[in-house]
């Protein structure tokens, strides 16, 4: 019968395969939309992708598009390490240490709602422009999102798997390998992923702030001078990074470490 799946093919297999295709499909829609509404506004101030790509072309060739993405990048790949080890190990006793997590708690809930921009401001101003002032304050604003993420995940541990362990008498290396580790990586990696995602935001707000070079200073010199393709050009070659990151890196990295946990519909 009609919607039946096929003998031998396992329920929801075509709808697992059709997956990969509709993500394909996304990002050429959004560019195709894009298109579609600078041509209906037809303003200067609302250039198309093609005028865009072109742009992004010439900056790369006759400016200085790739020092500041390597710039940029570099700053915010450091403190991204940075702020995952500090906030992984931190995560990890508040979620195994209960009195831990009750002293410093609020130290948490105080880091998570701090404003990056009075981080930044603070210390600039304590440490100056340099580059070492706009790592930190990325770290201080990263550290306590990593640290929350990672302590729920230790909660979240199932006590029989520790109990297991204990009754095959284990080594430590063992019960990190097969117990700890592949209940953890699941949060490990949403923290990697958030993180990312904030830590490219912070860097360039910071560099709009005070900085000699990189994607946030360049947008703001186009932005006085209201040059929106510029920034529009800058914006897409940061994004192309980004999702370079996400499916060249992330992706694989996921599905290794995770093809033990069955497949969701």
């Not at 996400?246 to 033990?260: C, K």
């Amino acid at each position: 019968m009609a919607g039946l799946p096929q003998i031998g093919e396992p329920p929801r297999a075509g709808r697992q395969r059709a997956l990969p295709l509709l993500e394909l499909l996304s990002f050429p829609i959004l560019l195709l939309v894009w298109q579609v509404l600078a041509m209906v506004l037809a303003h200067r101030l609302f250039p198309s992708p093609v005028a865009v790509g072109q742009e992004m072309l010439r900056l790369a060739t006759e400016g200085k598009l790739l020092a500041d993405l390597g710039k940029t990048l570099w700053r915010a790949s450091l403190a991204f390490i940075l702020a995952m080890l500090i906030g992984t190990a931190l995560g990890i006793l508040l979620g195994r240490k209960a009195w831990l997590d009750r002293l410093f708690s609020s130290w948490l809930l105080v880091g998570l709602n701090l404003p990056a921009i009075v981080v930044a401001i603070a210390l600039y101003i304590w440490l100056g422009l340099t580059e070492t002032a706009l790592i930190l304050a990325v770290v201080i604003n990263k550290v306590p999102l990593v640290a929350t993420t990672i302590r729920e995940g230790v909660r979240s541990f199932a006590p029989e798997f520790d109990e297991l362990a204990q009754a095959m008498r284990w080594p430590t290396a063992k019960r990190l390998r097969l117990v700890f580790l592949p209940q953890l990586m699941p949060f490990v990696l949403a923290a990697a992923r958030t993180g990312l995602s904030l830590i490219w935001k912070i860097v360039l707000v910071f560099e709009v702030l005070g900085s000699d070079g990189g994607v946030g200073y360049r947008v703001s010199l186009f932005f006085q001078f209201f040059d929106i393709t510029g920034i529009l050009a800058y914006t897409a070659a940061f994004i192309l990074v980004v999702l370079a990151i996400e499916y060249g890196v992330l992706r694989p990295i996921e599905r290794r470490v995770l093809q033990w946990r069955p497949v969701q519909a």
